[in-house]
């Protein structure tokens, strides 16, 4: 196991998804069905998104050097864009995404059930989301799927972890256009990093 890898690549999807709506998507399921069962499900959706992301990753390590870190610099461009972009709202929208989930878990399910519930409606909702992109960065930039793998999933457990334990005490204590702004400024900072490498290639 590479620790700077696992780090490195935990630290930035930690930093990007605790603002997504993975991260309410979570928190309402886990009002509406047992919060392990929601984490479970929720695990598990993440997993296989994330094995999917480095698997594309992996793919994308065939290309000339050039060719996958421009894309790498590119995709962190991107996502500092986007982060910016829906920095100024993304409080009002928390509050939309909380009653789109909310709608999705209307019946009570037993334990199996709310598993698979919370499955589905994660698997559904996160397919290009930022955290794939950069997954799928990280993978080109450092050429080592197993770290990164277990970095950026781990980061997703801990961020849905984080919503189901404490989700309604850390919203009160944190407001997400700034924790958009912070995420926006990881991606720029890898971009940055990756344009110099590109620049002394």
Request: proline share 2%; glycine share 8%.
């Amino acid at each position: 196991m590479d620790l700077a890898i696992l780090a490195a690549t935990f630290g930035a999807i930690f930093v990007v998804e605790l603002p997504d709506k993975t991260f309410i998507a979570a928190l309402v399921l886990s009002t509406r069905y047992p919060p392990l069962a929601v984490w479970l499900g929720v695990g598990v959706a993440f997993g296989v998104q994330t094995l999917v992301a480095v698997t594309i990753g992996a793919l994308a390590t065939l290309l000339p050097g050039l060719v996958v870190r421009s894309v790498a610099a590119a995709i962190f461009l991107i996502g500092a864009v986007v982060l910016l972009r829906t920095a100024p709202g993304a409080d009002a929208a928390e509050k939309d995404q909380e009653e789109e989930y909310a709608a999705q878990a209307t019946e009570a399910r037993s334990f199996l059930k709310a598993c698979v519930a919370s499955f589905l409606v994660l698997f559904a909702a996160e397919w290009g989301d930022l955290s794939q992109l950069l997954t799928i960065s990280f993978v080109t930039r450092f050429d080592d799927h197993v770290n990164v793998f277990f970095g950026a999933w781990g980061a997703l457990l801990v961020v849905s972890g984080l919503a189901v334990l404490a989700g309604r005490v850390l919203l009160r204590h944190l407001r997400l256009s700034l924790l958009h702004y912070i995420g926006a400024a990881v991606c720029l900072l890898l971009a940055g990093v990756t344009l110099v490498e590109l620049a002394t290639a």
